[in-house]
């Protein structure tokens, strides 16, 4: 079956550190361009990252832009996402979401995670 | 960042309405836009892809529309399973961003 499983998720503090991991199955994560999606409790989605296939280029939304980065590990299937200086208004579900891309100009996210819970708070 | 602007921001329709979802880019995004479903307590689910490209499995009754800045989600005949927050993402440029969400309920 092909699926995404998150974990990592919990409750930090303002200012410290998380990582997020979202491991693969039935599919190699490595031959897609995969993504992170939040959603703030009771608030819309929010893109947040993309590692893309091939080319590993990196890219973040202006609200997670160094403090944020994607990674994955082809040995492990995984995707990850390390989150540092956390803050009050990181507090969300996290989702990975793969990008079925089915042509070279289309992206489709096509399988997502359940979601992963981060709490910032004191 | 390119804006994407849904509207309306809530809908209450009867089982077997039409329902028209639109959704406005701030810039020409070509039909780089897709539309996902997201019902509570779940993730989202992939519903239509470049504009009108309906993804396998999904029900013939959701269409899309559109090119440039305006996009249309409908579904042709309300079903009560089709209760859920509608999200149009464009993927024209990085970042890539949702629109703020279309809630439906049934009447």
């Known amino acids: 079956e092909v699926q995404l499983v998150e974990s990592g998720g919990g409750l930090v503090q303002p200012g410290g550190s998380l990582r997020l991991s979202c491991e693969a199955s039935?599919?190699?994560?490595?031959?897609?361009?995969m993504n992170w999606v939040r959603q703030a409790p009771g608030q819309g989605l929010e893109w947040i990252s993309v590692i893309e296939k091939i080319t590993d280029g990196k890219y973040y939304a202006d609200s997670v832009k160094g403090r944020f980065t994607v990674s994955r590990d082809s040995g492990r299937n995984s995707l990850y996402l390390h989150m540092d200086n956390l803050r009050v208004d990181d507090t969300a579900v996290y989702y990975c979401?793969?990008?079925?891309?089915?042509?070279?100009?289309?992206?489709?996210?096509?399988?997502w995670g359940q979601g992963t819970m981060v709490t910032v708070s004191s | 960042a390119i804006q994407m602007t849904q509207s309306p921001s809530s809908l209450s329709a009867s089982v077997g309405d039409r329902v028209t979802i639109a959704c406005r880019a701030s810039?020409?995004?070509?039909?780089?836009l897709g539309w996902y479903q997201q019902k509570p307590g779940k993730a989202p689910d992939l519903l239509i892809y470049a504009a009108s490209t309906l993804q396998s499995g999904v029900p013939s009754r959701f269409s899309g529309s559109g090119s440039g800045t305006d996009f249309t989600l409908t579904i042709s005949s309300l079903q009560p399973e089709d209760v859920a927050t509608y999200y149009c993402?464009?993927?024209?440029?990085?970042?890539?961003?949702f629109g703020q969400g279309t809630k439906l309920e049934i009447k």
């Open positions: 810039q020409g995004i070509r039909n780089d």
């Open positions: 993402l464009q993927d024209y440029s990085y970042p890539f961003t």
């Open positions: 039935g599919f190699t994560l490595r031959s897609f361009s």
């Open positions: 979401a793969r990008d079925l891309r089915p042509t070279d100009l289309q992206e489709a996210f096509d399988i």
